[in-house]
């Protein structure tokens, strides 16, 4: 199935930035000041709120350390606490969706949208509701919360050095250097923890995504497309039943200098751990 991404959503990274080059070049540097610091307000808030869920670590570490030496092998389900405590976070923000750490270790929290005009706000306000130029990265409204699509968006702005999304155009601008020091995110959600394996990145022109292909061949064509597009080679293979997920932001150059109005990072979606939410935890 076919989505039309509404242009107006799908320019508002670029929009939202060059309108700030406009007022900076209008205002001069103080404006440029006080944008630059609402946006290390944002990220610092969502540090905090990060900080808020975090589990037991000690448990986490041993639980980790069991999924590095074989992602497919069972689970103590006693042993295995998530390194976030989701329903902690969805109880204190009803908005929140999930966790996005990472390959650093850094990671920050995810929104839930239901419309365009939900996105809109998460452009400019952290999950706590509060306004930052930072915003608060978010799940694409037109996606299935349980992550029952075969693709899923998650949005965020680029901005400077590694805050939020600052850092993905650097699989294109670094290539295969970065990608080798930056393969795997993970997503924690209330449904599960995931891993996130990079295999391409690469700039779009925004006008249409499929969410849910009609076939097989559709899905391995379109994702080998990307994957032939991509500055870097990367050592993950892609099966028809795959799912996935596109970190999105916008381009360095934006869409005001170039055809293309985002930056897509393509990543494979493999299961951690999923809890069974009729009962108990089980892969």
Same mark, same amino acid.
């Given at each position: 199935?076919?989505?039309?991404? @509404? *242009?107006?959503? +799908?320019? *508002? $990274?670029?929009?939202f930035?060059?309108?700030?080059?406009?007022a900076?070049?209008?205002?001069?540097?103080?404006?440029?000041?006080?944008?630059?610091?609402?946006?290390?307000?944002?990220?610092?808030?969502?540090?905090?709120?990060?900080?808020?869920?975090?589990?037991?670590?000690?448990?986490?570490?041993?639980?980790?350390?069991?999924?590095?030496?074989?992602?497919?092998?069972?689970?103590n389900?006693?042993?295995?606490i998530?390194?976030?405590?989701?329903?902690?976070?969805q109880?204190?923000?009803?908005?929140?969706?999930?966790?996005?750490?990472?390959p650093?270790?850094?990671? &920050?929290p995810?929104?839930?949208t239901? +419309?365009?005009?939900?996105?809109?706000?998460?452009?400019?306000?952290?999950?706590?509701?509060?306004?930052? +130029?930072?915003?608060?990265? &978010?799940?694409?409204?037109?996606?299935?919360?349980d992550?029952?699509?075969?693709v899923?968006?998650?949005?965020g702005?680029?901005?400077?050095?590694?805050?939020?999304?600052?850092?993905?155009?650097?699989?294109?601008?670094?290539?295969?250097?970065?990608?080798?020091?930056?393969?795997?995110?993970?997503?924690?959600t209330?449904?599960?923890?995931?891993?996130l394996?990079? $295999?391409?990145?690469?700039?779009?022109?925004?006008?249409?995504?499929? $969410?849910?292909?009609?076939?097989?061949d559709? $899905?391995?064509?379109?994702?080998?497309?990307?994957?032939n597009?991509?500055? &870097?080679?990367?050592?993950?293979?892609?099966?028809?039943?795959?799912?996935?997920?596109?970190?999105?932001?916008?381009?360095?150059?934006? +869409?005001?200098?170039?055809?293309?109005?985002?930056?897509?990072?393509?990543?494979?979606?493999?299961?951690?751990y999923?809890? @069974?939410?009729?009962?108990?935890?089980?892969?």
């Amino acid at each position: 199935m076919s989505y039309k991404l @509404d *242009k107006k959503k +799908s320019n *508002k $990274f670029s929009k939202f930035l060059i309108a700030s080059g406009i007022a900076v070049a209008l205002i001069g540097q103080g404006y440029a000041g006080i944008t630059i610091f609402s946006q290390l307000e944002g990220v610092k808030t969502n540090d905090t709120i990060i900080t808020q869920v975090i589990t037991d670590k000690q448990a986490d570490t041993k639980a980790q350390e069991n999924n590095n030496n074989n992602i497919d092998q069972d689970i103590n389900q006693e042993e295995y606490i998530p390194k976030y405590d989701i329903n902690e976070l969805q109880q204190q923000y009803p908005n929140a969706w999930g966790i996005l750490e990472k390959p650093n270790g850094t990671a &920050f929290p995810i929104a839930t949208t239901n +419309s365009r005009e939900e996105e809109d706000y998460y452009l400019t306000h952290t999950l706590d509701g509060n306004y930052s +130029s930072s915003g608060t990265v &978010f799940l694409d409204h037109q996606n299935d919360k349980d992550m029952n699509n075969q693709v899923s968006r998650i949005w965020g702005h680029n901005l400077l050095g590694e805050n939020m999304f600052g850092d993905l155009t650097e699989y294109q601008n670094q290539g295969q250097n970065f990608y080798d020091q930056n393969k795997t995110y993970t997503l924690y959600t209330a449904k599960g923890v995931y891993q996130l394996d990079v $295999f391409a990145a690469l700039e779009e022109d925004g006008t249409t995504q499929e $969410f849910d292909y009609n076939n097989q061949d559709a $899905f391995l064509e379109d994702m080998y497309n990307n994957i032939n597009a991509s500055n &870097f080679t990367s050592d993950v293979t892609i099966e028809p039943d795959n799912q996935v997920i596109i970190l999105e932001c916008c381009p360095d150059r934006g +869409s005001a200098f170039s055809g293309n109005n985002r930056f897509a990072v393509y990543t494979k979606i493999t299961p951690i751990y999923e809890y @069974d939410l009729s009962q108990n935890k089980t892969l």
